[in-house]
């Protein structure tokens, strides 16, 4: 650095170091807190993940012995598949209908904007509330919410929550249901830079509304409908909080997901080492997938 | 087939929703405003978008009523959910507060105030050197953010939990404190990155003309550049406000017993309980609700444009 500036009079040089040192104070408190609550866990996570932990007794190093079990586990292999059942459904699911929803209530008009904020709320509660209520409506008998509902139709009882059959796809509706309204304020944001006299020459052509939708809205959306799908695979693979509050991973595993899992190796049965390599297993995968999209976005955009 | 060929990349995708539209409205007929062709006061088929958007309402809204109404019922459970309260009484949210609810209330109030201002402060500090002073480095600390943007809280739950037993350096346990839950909300990416953004917009004219009067560091950004920000930390303070209120994992971890859950944790306490009643977790939920229901509504143009400009930023 020296060597750059050339002869600097006394005055600049205090200018300079003054100006060198401060944006570093300013930042200290944020790289402060990131440092030890993010970055070190997360070092010391792969760190851990090497080891066999025990209390009191010293960790043990064991190589890669905890990936093998995690990944050979018949337990996480079916939460891989979950995950993935979840993750894919909640993000197509919370696209087509937040992309419905946002065709739906596109418009200026003031009961428009009241509806969207109502239609906005689930995004807005916290997921611990959501569950509690999904549980609710879920309730198993005749005379559950949704289940009464049903009873109007001529169809019987269903017990979503209960089943082994059925919990999985009752999560994943929970999840459509938080993360539409969301995609939908998106796919808006998307719908409002429609250049709006390509509609009107689309109609002078004599376009069907369904071309109209497929040459003109998609095309235009079509980077909101990327961030969208980015947002919802990296949100889908760590999905927790949901399954957890609503069914904890029951029945019978049915519903268990990574994140799940690896909660369960970690805080109930005290396998630090174990819960940790699956968790750098999907923080890798999260990594990757986050990495692969923006590199495809950018080539995307570039063409 | 035969519609012209639109390029994604050509047709801007403008982020301000209202005025395009808006403006458009008045040279072209309304119903090229909306991609169905559905106008604000006409249409083809307004009864069958009146019946789609009561059914929107249905689905997405309504439920609300129905946990709100539970939990005004005497005799809540899944079976006398309806849209009004049969026999209203407090009755749930009195047990509700004999289980305590309201400390678990107060737990989350000042996780949430603390955490909100904490955030704040630490994410405009930096934000504000990163938008307006240049150093070597810079790009290196804007990606360490987008980090702990990126960094999901469930993957480093397990070493946090341990890290927040025993904190390297100093050594102090936040366990069972709030302060567990208060500092790793702290450095929160998103906050950082619109704060940023925003700040490189104020022009340096401004600046420069207070700095000639000897305005220092710390003055500068309390009375000249925060002021400008009011908009950007109106959004900050919402989306962070809603993230902090609905954390789940963080609380659960760093708590060193039950009495130190937050509301939302809490439920699960309500839940488990084998002598309440559904109506009791629902006022339980209805008491958690509140708070956020109350922001987003105050609040909930901030929320919209900042969530559409967290999304395009990416």
Known sequence: MTATVTTPGP?????????????????????????????????????LSFFEVRPFLGDQWVGLDNY???????????????????????????????????LLLEGQARSLKIIRTAVFLPVVTATAVVGEMWRLMYYPTSDG??????????????????????????????GIWMLA???????????????????????????SLWQRLRHITLPAIRPALGIVLTLAAIRGLRVFTEVY??????????????????????????????ASAASVVLLCVTLLLTVTVNYLRKRGDVR | MSAPAIDPVRTPVTASPTRTSAGKRRT??????????????????????VLLCLLALGVFAAPFLTIFSGSFSEKASGSTLSFLPHHPTLLNFRVAGERGIWDYFGNSLVIAGGGLLLQLAVCTLAAYALARHKFRGQALILTLFMLTMMLPEEVIAIPLSLVLGHVPVVGVDLKGT????????????????????????IPTEIEEAARIDGVGELRMLWQVVLPLCKPALGVAGVLGFIMIWDQYLLPLIAAKDPTDYTVTVAL??????????????LAGAVIALVPSLIVYLLLQRSLVTGIAAGATKG
């Open chain 2, 28 to 49: 072209t007929p309304a119903r090229f405003d909306t991609a169905l062709g559905w106008s604000d006061r006409s249409g083809p088929a307004w009864a069958l978008r």
């Open chain 1, 145 to 174: 919410l949704i289940n009464s509902g049903l009873g109007l139709l001529g169809l019987g009882p269903v017990p979503y929550l209960d089943n082994p059959d059925t919990a999985l796809w009752a999560t994943m509706a929970m």
């Open chain 1, 245 to 274: 509050v609503l069914t904890g991973g029951g029945p019978a595993g049915s519903t268990d997901v990574w994140m799940t899992r690896a909660y369960t190796l970690g805080f109930t049965r005290n396998d630090i080492g174990g």
């Open chain 1, 11 to 47: 005055r600049r040089a205090r200018f300079i170091s003054k100006k060198a040192v401060l944006p570093w104070l300013f930042l200290a408190p944020g790289l402060l807190l990131a440092l030890v609550f993010k970055f070190l866990p997360m070092g010391k996570g792969v760190w």
């Open chain 2, 268 to 281: 699960s306490i309500l839940r488990t309980d084998p002598e309440v009643g559904s109506g009791v977790v």
């Open chain 1, 181 to 207: 309204p969301y995609n939908m304020v998106i796919i808006l944001a998307g719908l409002a830079g429609v250049d709006r006299s390509l509609y009107e020459a689309a109609a002078m052509d004599g376009v």
């Open chain 1, 68 to 102: 093998t079990r995690v990944l050979t586990d018949h337990r996480f292999q079916d939460a891989i598949g979950h995950t993935l059942v979840l993750g894919v459904g909640m993000s197509l699911g919370g696209i087509l209908v937040g992309s419905a929803l946002a």
């Open chain 2, 178 to 201: 709030v302060w567990g839950v208060i500092l790793p909300l702290g450095a929160w990416g998103f906050s950082v990155m619109l704060l940023t953004e925003f700040m490189k917009d």
